[in-house]
Nanobody
Framework: QVQLVESGGSLVQAGGSLRLSCAAS????????MGWFRQAPGKEREFVAA????????MYADSVKGRFTISRDNAKNTVYLQMNSLKPEDTTVYYC???????????????WGQGTQVTVSS
């Protein structure tokens, strides 16, 4: 019913920037919250950022505040994560998610993408 496809993950030098994209299909995009999470092998999936249906509200994990920016283009059914001042500890797989309620818990989201790898070299 709902499909999310992430792109933009790459290898980047510490201090550099990347922009991740997530294209959504299968639901009325502007009616749903979009979020970004990340998960390293053997670790729990952790919240990164979320944006409300219309883009009027955003929230971020403390570890990325001031460095990452979430945005959405509802005409393109796409959400973005602009990542600046990247650090080696940002290295992991990033996942896009959508759900009916605005929040930082995995329980707020009912559909997930397959993930895109971000690697930050020191």
């Amino acid at each position: 019913q709902v499909q999310l496809v992430e792109s933009g993950g790459s290898l980047v030098q510490a201090g550099g920037s990347l922009r991740l994209s997530c294209a959504a299909s299968g639901r009325t995009f502007s009616s749903y919250v979009m979020g970004w999470f990340r998960q390293a092998p053997g670790k729990e999936r952790e919240f990164v950022a979320a944006i409300s249906g219309t883009g009027g509200r955003t929230m971020y994990a403390d570890s990325v505040k001031g460095r990452f920016t979430i945005s959405r283009d509802n005409a393109k059914n796409t959400v973005y994560l602009q990542m600046n001042s990247l650090k080696p500890e940002d290295t992991t797989v990033y996942y896009c998610a959508t759900g009916p309620s605005y929040g930082r818990s995995r329980m707020n989201y009912d559909y997930w993408g397959q993930g895109t790898q971000v690697t930050v070299s020191s």
